[in-house]
């Protein structure tokens, strides 16, 4: 087995740290530890210097995903393993990923049981988020969001272009590589309680996880939500046509508007097909 890279993005994350580096040091499947510090205001690089791993600091915060993007493309072996820093995620797993990556996946996630998510509400939103990302792909989706992963660096890259900055960047990188057709395996694993305080926001997250929900089928495939969308449309005013012509023998102006609606929503969805089409090829090729 090749020697990978640990990246783990880092805020406020020292007494958590404490423990995990140590935990990884004593792996021998790992090449590189790497920490990127986004902006800590604790003596998070303090603790990573101290312990002798590669530690890359923001000069502030930046968010998840931008530290999971520096920390990617500072990795030089061929897979990368990438974990929280707050002590969730037990490193004794990370060779259980690897073991399953060489059986011929592109990339193997950590899929978080019933009983180790943070709380009743987050079990509820992975839940509805793990079913409706499996009906857009048609595989099924053990743990949409979970950020223990282990992957082909190569590969990885191919899309950092397009990972957003923030906190879903598990969820895209997911949907990218089902939609480039690569394999994409689940590890059932058990998470432990974070250590520290949670950095979640219960309202301004809740509204991003709705946000999530239409992510995930626009990007991965757009007509998927569109098209039954305009079919809605077009039955209901098909259905509204037919009462008014029984009724009044007229065609109304409603039913014209649903109709066109109709039209308009399929063709918006039609749209958006054809940019998310560009938007990874055009990922695909800055890489090349």
């Keep these: 087995m090749n020697k990978v890279s640990v990246v783990i993005p880092a805020k406020n994350e020292a007494a958590a740290l404490k423990g995990v580096i140590p935990r990884l040091l004593k792996l021998d499947c790992i090449e590189e530890i790497i920490i990127v510090n986004d902006g800590s205001t604790d003596n998070t690089e303090a603790v990573c210097k101290e312990a002798g791993v590669t530690v890359i600091t923001h000069p502030y915060s930046k968010g998840n995903g931008a530290a999971i993007k520096s920390g990617a493309r500072a990795v030089s072996t061929n897979v990368v393993v990438f974990m929280d820093a707050d002590g969730q995620h037990s490193p004794e797993d990370i060779p259980k990923l690897l073991e399953k990556l060489e059986t011929g996946f592109d990339m ?8 180790s998510q943070a709380s009743a509400g987050r079990l509820v939103a992975n839940s509805v988020y793990n079913r409706i990302s499996s009906l857009m792909v048609g595989q099924k989706i053990g743990d949409l969001t979970s950020g223990f992963r282990a992957v082909k660096t190569k590969l990885f890259k191919e899309f950092i272009s397009i990972l957003p900055n923030g906190f879903s960047y ?8 089902f939609r480039a057709g690569y394999s994409v395996g689940y590890l059932p694993i058990i998470a432990d309680k974070r250590i520290g305080k949670s950095h979640i926001r219960p309202f301004k997250d809740g509204v991003r996880f709705l946000l999530i929900i239409f992510k995930i089928a626009t990007l991965y495939s757009p007509l998927k939500l569109f098209f039954p969308l305009s079919l809605l449309f077009f039955s209901v005013g098909a259905g509204y046509y037919g009462y008014t012509l029984v009724e009044m023998g007229r065609f109304t102006n409603m039913s014209a508007l649903l109709f066109v609606t109709s039209i308009l929503v399929f063709l918006i969805g039609l749209i958006s097909e054809q940019i998310t089409s560009l ?9 090349k």
């Design 279 to 287: 938007v990874f090829l055009a990922a695909k090729s800055k890489d």
């Design 170 to 177: 598990p969820t895209t990188i997911t949907m990218a590589f």
């Design 108 to 115: 193997v996630v950590g899929a978080r049981s019933s009983t």
